[in-house]
């Protein structure tokens, strides 16, 4: 006797016992024990576990006949004629019943289009930055402080950030400053405005940034070095090789020759890293004088750490760095017991990973998109898929019940379990196939309107990608997997003589069917509750008063080639006599979000009387208050007739006043900049938003250096005069910049434009919130009139006995009522919870009324009955003869 070892793997068993032929079990499965035994003795236990898995695998086979020897060719091979014959005989079934078939192609045609834009979308948005080989390695410093008034985090670093980084750190691999600056770039006598971007030589080979010509290790080696994409290769010199030849870049303090040493490739479309250019960041115009200035903040700064070093050990490896260079700040700090409040991390110097940019919302108020836009999109598309498969599933074991006798009689002519599931799943991979290739059409076609809708770059080519397709063809695969797989196993397992004897019970399906539907509407309750929220929510936002009147302003993007203060000179000049400007003047941050999609905020920290004071410090012009309709609360606006409104006078907002710690601010004084100039208050305002309403009011101060320069000209014009002023505007400015798009906009329509997320959010919501009751109504209206079909002959018995429509109707309906109302239980704690995490992020939001609530589930519950009476009461008015007419 030999000896047995442990037990071969259970689930290979299982598997055999379960799919195998019942005739060749006992024989097959003893003689696979038999070579596991001898497998064990030659080539060890746990090889012997993976053969034996292996070949009961094999084993596994539809067309599986009884056969005295293992190796079998039946056992090996699928028979083609077969399976064509599953693919006709699953057509005939799916043309017979019409109904169901175009019900299951619509809702997953639905479901696969909007699943293909939404996960292609999420998907590009979650691959930004991952081209980059070492991605993973790459930081973005940041400042973390723990002020007095809450967290404050800050990406602008000083220039002489990462010469001391690279100098203190072997940990550090590489290291560059990077500034988001442009300039024109003049060839032969032709101008080009690019976005020529101030970088170190770190940049070409930190980043994977492909270098077409010249060498990325020395291309910015020299001052005068100039590496440029291939865009604007091609723009400027066409054919001609542009290495070596020489341009002349301007907007970098004085125009400078510059040598083209390198050409790469253009910025992959979901870079962080834009450009059109880069030149060496000691060009910048104010290099010489801040290069050892530590608290000019003014660039970016990204480093590459060694492979063993993580971020964790490097934050900790900079603390006695902060503590060398910052010694100042922290001590300023200290003084309101920031040290005490975080245990000595009042401020320190922080890492952000590379992943993590694209997503970033701190860092650039709100500018970016916040990865939970994202994670929506993903859900909303898996939500109506799942719907769509929902439905598939239903309908399924709904029609299941119909083709009982069918299975039956299969079973009761010797077919095994394997392949009524072959033939059963080939129905719904069929039915799966042709939704997506009508879903695929589908998407191609609402492209352009979900790029505009949604403001999104989706492309055909993006389809293209191979692991686009991947994820196309996953979700195909485990959609008809769990869709048509299900249903089908249910079938291949009934019982042949309970079924041919009718003793087969339909309360399992029944149950799994409800639970089903449940699911359904409580998704589309928690999507429509979410529609409603997001909306009361913007609408509250806009009707909120921001401390100014926007309406009949327009705001003109000054460009950065320009002189901004002499541009609005010239522009009062033209514009004097005109009796439709009420007034002008000009500032460095636009209110709002102007067609130009810029953004600034300039913030400034000194301490007062021992108290540190934080504030916005913002660059206007004469009648700035006039042009916003900001009222004095005490003092007098900015005039020309005082020499030191230019120089260091500021008006201040209530709180900033109160910061100061005077009730009558008006002829005190501060201290605060880096050269602590005394600045005197000579005007008082109300506090007025600055910025969107997800931030409460911050304290503002407006200052009229010459030195800082105009960005925007804001131009108040009369209410009848609003279209003609525009179309004036539009006249004058190309006189003024004949290089420049004039980008003029209704400071009404920036401020809108400051809740663009949440109106695409509003959107996203709306249209899945559509989608899925139409789906779940869809889905609804099948079911019903499968059970219809299947109470036909009780309807007609009712009919007979005298019962009324009303109670037919009533009697098919309140079944689904029980469920919509269960459903809506569920679904409203969830939307409440979601949706009041979602508000958290605004400093003013709305309350969620009970009503919003109620009302989303009563909007879901008409829908959905009118889906169940209008099939209920077709049935409830059929002829009784009819329906109880012998088969």
């Avoid at 037990?7 to 003689?31: I, K, M, N, S, Y």
């Avoid at 991390?345 to 860092?363: I, M």
């Avoid at 916040?370 to 239903?394: D, Q």
């Avoid at 079944?815 to 704690?829: E, G, N, Q, T, Y």
Wanted: net charge positive; charged share 20%.
């Amino acid at each position: 006797m030999k000896p047995h070892y442990r037990h071969p793997p259970r689930w290979a068993t299982w598997l055999l016992a379960t799919f195998g032929h019942p005739d060749t079990a006992e024989e097959v499965q003893g003689d696979l024990l038999e070579l596991y035994d001898y497998w064990v003795e030659t080539v060890g236990e746990r090889k012997a576990r993976w053969r034996y898995g292996l070949n009961a695998l094999k084993l596994l086979r539809p067309l599986a006949k009884p056969k005295s020897s293992l190796v079998s060719p039946s056992l090996f091979f699928l028979d083609s004629a077969m399976i064509r014959n599953y693919l006709i005989v699953g057509w005939r079934t799916l043309w017979r019943h019409k109904t169901q078939t175009f019900i299951n192609v619509l809702g997953l045609s639905i479901a696969f289009a909007a699943g293909t834009l939404l996960f292609l979308t999420a998907f590009i948005e979650l691959s930004y930055d991952r081209f980059n080989a070492d991605a993973d390695r790459i930081f973005r410093p940041y400042f973390f402080q723990n002020r007095s008034e809450g967290i404050r985090k800050n990406v602008g670093m000083a220039y002489p950030m990462v010469p001391t980084l690279k100098k203190t750190f072997p940990e550090i691999e590489q290291a560059t400053r990077y500034a988001e600056t442009s300039g024109t770039v003049q060839y032969r006598g032709k101008e080009y405005h690019k976005d020529v971007r101030t970088a170190d030589p770190d940049m070409l080979t930190l980043f994977s940034l492909p270098m077409l010509q010249g060498d990325a290790k020395q291309a910015l080696n020299n001052l005068s070095d100039i590496v440029i994409s291939e865009d604007m290769a091609r723009d400027i010199f066409g054919k001609e090789n542009p290495i070596g030849k020489t341009v002349l870049v301007k907007d970098f303090g004085e125009p400078k020759q510059f040598s083209v040493t390198g050409v790469i490739a253009n910025p992959v479309p979901t870079s962080s890293i834009t450009y059109d250019a880069f030149i060496r960041t000691e060009n910048r115009p104010n290099y010489a004088e801040d290069k050892d200035n530590w608290s000019n903040g003014n660039h970016l700064v990204y480093v590459k750490l060694r492979p063993d070093v993580d971020r964790a050990t490097m934050e900790q490896r900079l603390k006695p760095f902060i503590q060398t260079y910052f010694q100042e700040t922290i001590r300023d700090l200290s003084k309101n017991g920031a040290l005490a409040k975080q245990k000595n991390d009042a401020f320190s110097l922080r890492l952000q990973p590379l992943l993590d940019v694209h997503f970033n919302t701190e860092l650039t108020e709100g500018i970016s998109p916040a990865k939970v836009y994202t994670y929506t999109l993903l859900t909303i598309g898996l939500l109506i898929v799942l719907i769509a498969s929902i439905n598939f599933i239903n309908l399924a074991l709904a029609r299941s019940f119909t083709r009982m006798r069918e299975v039956g009689v299969r079973k009761s002519l010797g077919a095994l379990r394997i392949q009524l599931f072959s033939q059963l799943w080939s129905e719904s991979l069929l039915t799966c196939f042709i939704a997506l290739l009508i879903g695929l059409g589908l998407a191609v076609w609402l492209l352009p309107d979900f790029n505009t809708l949604f403001n999104t770059q989706l492309t055909l080519d993006y389809l293209k990608n191979p692991i686009s397709w991947g994820i196309i063809l996953a979700g195909f695969g485990l959609i008809a997997f769990i869709s048509g797989g299900y249903p089908a196993w249910v079938m291949a397992r009934l019982s042949t003589v309970k079924v041919l004897r009718g003793q087969l019970k339909t309360g399992k399906p029944g149950s799994l069917r409800n639970s089903l539907i449940i699911l359904q509407f409580i998704i589309a309750c928690v999507l429509i509750t979410s529609t409603f929220v997001v909306l009361r929510q913007i609408h509250y936002l806009r009707d909120q008063p921001l401390g100014f009147n926007e309406d009949q302003v327009i705001s003109i993007p000054v460009d950065q080639d320009l002189n901004g203060s002499r541009s609005l000179e010239l522009l009062r000049n033209r514009l004097a006599t005109n009796p439709n400007i009420v007034s002008i003047s000009g500032t460095a941050i636009n209110v709002g979000s102007g067609l130009d999609g810029g953004y600034g905020k300039s913030t400034m920290g000194f301490m007062h009387k021992g108290k540190e004071v934080t504030t916005n410090w913002v660059r206007i012009d004469y009648d700035y208050l006039k042009t916003l309709g900001i009222k004095l609360l005490a003092g007098r606006e900015f005039n020309p007739s005082y020499a030191t409104d230019s120089i260091s006078n500021v008006i201040v907002t209530t709180s900033m006043a109160q910061k100061l710690g005077v009730k009558n601010p008006v002829g005190s004084f501060f201290q605060a900049g880096a050269e602590n100039t005394t600045y005197q208050i000579v005007g008082l305002i109300p506090d007025f938003h600055l910025y969107d309403l997800r931030n409460k009011l911050e304290a503002v101060t407006l200052y009229m250096k010459k030195n800082d320069q105009i960005r925007y000209i804001l131009v108040r014009v009369t209410p009848q005069g609003m279209v003609s002023a525009m179309e004036v505007l539009k006249h004058e400015w190309p006189k003024i910049a004949p290089k420049t798009e004039f980008l003029g906009s209704f400071l009404n329509e920036n401020t809108d434009r400051w809740y663009r997320k949440e109106e695409q959010l509003s959107k996203m919501y709306g249209i899945a919130a559509g989608i899925a009751i139409a789906l779940s109504c869809l889905g609804l209206f099948a079911i019903v009139l499968l059970s219809t079909e299947q109470r036909i002959k009780e309807i007609g018995i009712r009919k007979v006995l005298g019962a009324s429509v009303m109670s037919v109707v009533t009697l098919i309906s309140k079944d689904f009522l029980k469920l919509l109302l269960i459903s809506i239980l569920i679904a409203s704690p969830i939307a409440w919870y979601a949706m009041s995490q979602w508000l958290r992020g605004f400093a003013y939001r709305i309350d969620i009324e009970w009503w919003v609530l109620a009302g989303s589930g009563l909007l879901a519950i008409v829908i959905a009955l009118l889906t169940v009476s209008l099939q209920s009461i077709k049935a409830a008015m059929v002829n009784p003869v009819k329906s109880l007419r012998s088969e």
